[in-house]
C-alpha cells in the first residue's frame, strides 16, 4: 500500500493545512476502502499514529514503512501504535519502530479538535481511541449551534459532543451513557479545557430509564426470570421530567439491557420517541445511525413516521456529511447524521 498511501496523504493535504489552522490535529490520513486497501486504516491522534487492520496482518516492514511516510509527510515525529483488529482476543501492542525493550510504552496524550482538548489513548480495551473522528462534523455542527443552549449527550460515550457543547457556551449539557468508564473519560476532557462543574453533567444509567424520564414516559423492563417471572430491574438513576433545546442521539449498532434492545436496523422508534419527546418544540434533534446497509432516505423515512405517530411532526431536515478524510464512492457514508427540528 505504499502508493495508495502517498496518494491518500496528498489528497487531504489541503484539508490538513485547513484542520491545523483550525487547531485541529486528530484525523484519518488513509481510509483503506476508498483509499486502495480494505481493512487498512492510519489515524492520527495528536501525538499518537494509530495504524490498524482488520482483515490480515500488516508485516512489522509494512508498520514501519507506513509510519516513515508519514512521519515524512508531517514533518513531526509521532508515537506509533499499531492494532490487528482481526484477531479478536489479540491486545494492541505498540509498533516495534517506537518501543523499547526496557521502557513500557505511555500510551496516554492528548489530541485537539477545533480546539477542544481530548484525551486519548493508544492503547486501551475499546477499538478507537476515545474519540471517533468520522463524527467530527457532527461535533463542528454542535460547537457552531450550542451557545446559550441546553444540550442533551445521549449514549455520549467519553462525551465528546458534550465536551464541544460546553466549551461553545451552552447554558447546560448533560451527558448520559451507561459506562462509568466512557464518563470518567469524559470529566477527564472537562478538566483538560477547564469547564466548570456547574456547566456539564455526568449521568451514568442505561438509555432506557434516563431518555424515558426525561420524556415524561414510564420506565419499563423486559427481562424474564425462570418460569417467566419478571425479575426487578437494577436501580438506574431518578431523573425529572425535562425538555432540551438540543438533542443529541448517537446509539450503537446493537445492545442488550434489562430496559430495552438497542437495535438500529429493526427498531430505531424505540430509541427515537422518548429523545425526541426530550426535545422542546422548535428545538433540534440531532440523529446518528452508523450501520452501512441502512438506507439514508428509508431512515429518515421511518423517523418521519415516528414523529407523526406523537404528533411531534419533523419541520426541517438537514444532513451532515462526514468530513473529506472520510472519503465514499458513491456519498452514502456509512455514519448517517441528519439534524431534525421539531
Not at 425538555?243 to 434489562?258: C, G, T, Y
Not at 438537514?318 to 456519498?331: L, M, N, Y
Amino acid at each position: 500500500m505504499h502508493d495508495s498511501l502517498i496518494q491518500a496523504l496528498e489528497r487531504r493535504r489541503e484539508l490538513i493545512e485547513q484542520l491545523e489552522r483550525e487547531q485541529t490535529n486528530c484525523y484519518r490520513l488513509y481510509h483503506g476502502t476508498v483509499d486502495g486497501e480494505a481493512g487498512v486504516t492510519v489515524d492520527r491522534y495528536g501525538p499518537q499514529l494509530i495504524i490498524q487492520s482488520f482483515h490480515r496482518d500488516l508485516t512489522d516492514a509494512e508498520v514501519a514503512l507506513i509510519v516513515e511516510q508519514v512521519e515524512s509527510y508531517l514533518g513531526q515525529a509521532l508515537q506509533p501504535f499499531y492494532h490487528a483488529r482481526q484477531h479478536s482476543q489479540a491486545k494492541p501492542q505498540e509498533a516495534k519502530r517506537a518501543l523499547s525493550s526496557s521502557t513500557e510504552p505511555d500510551s496516554q496524550a492528548v489530541c485537539q479538535e477545533l480546539g477542544v482538548n481530548y484525551r486519548t489513548r493508544g492503547v486501551h480495551r475499546g477499538i478507537d481511541p476515545l474519540l471517533f473522528l468520522d463524527m467530527r462534523a457532527g461535533r463542528r455542527y454542535i460547537q457552531q449551534q450550542a451557545k446559550g443552549l441546553s444540550v442533551l449527550n445521549l449514549f455520549s460515550y467519553t462525551c465528546g459532543v458534550g465536551i464541544v457543547a460546553a466549551c461553545a457556551g451552552a447554558a447546560r449539557v448533560v451527558n448520559i451513557d451507561f459506562a462509568g468508564s466512557a464518563l470518567a473519560v469524559g470529566r477527564e476532557n472537562a478538566g483538560l479545557n477547564q469547564l466548570p462543574e456547574d456547566r456539564i453533567e455526568f449521568v451514568q444509567s442505561d438509555f432506557f430509564p434516563a431518555a424515558r424520564q426525561l420524556a415524561g414516559l414510564p420506565v419499563n423492563y423486559r427481562r424474564q426470570g425462570r418460569g417467566g417471572r419478571r425479575q426487578p430491574p437494577r436501580s438506574y438513576p431518578r431523573l425529572e421530567a425535562c425538555q432540551f433545546d438540543l438533542v443529541f442521539l448517537d446509539p450503537p449498532r446493537w445492545a442488550k439491557s434489562p430496559f430495552g434492545t438497542v437495535d438500529l436496523i429493526r427498531d430505531y422508534p424505540s430509541l427515537f420517541k422518548p429523545s425526541l419527546l426530550a426535545t422542546k418544540p422548535g428545538g433540534r434533534l440531532v440523529c446518528c445511525n452508523n450501520v452501512a446497509q441502512v438506507d439514508a432516505e428509508d431512515w429518515l423515512d421511518q423517523l418521519q413516521r415516528s414523529a407523526a405517530k406523537v404528533d411531534r411532526p419533523i419541520r426541517e431536515v438537514e444532513w451532515i456529511q462526514p468530513e473529506a478524510d472520510f472519503p465514499s464512492f458513491d456519498g452514502k457514508h456509512p455514519l448517517k447524521m441528519v439534524v431534525l427540528e421539531v
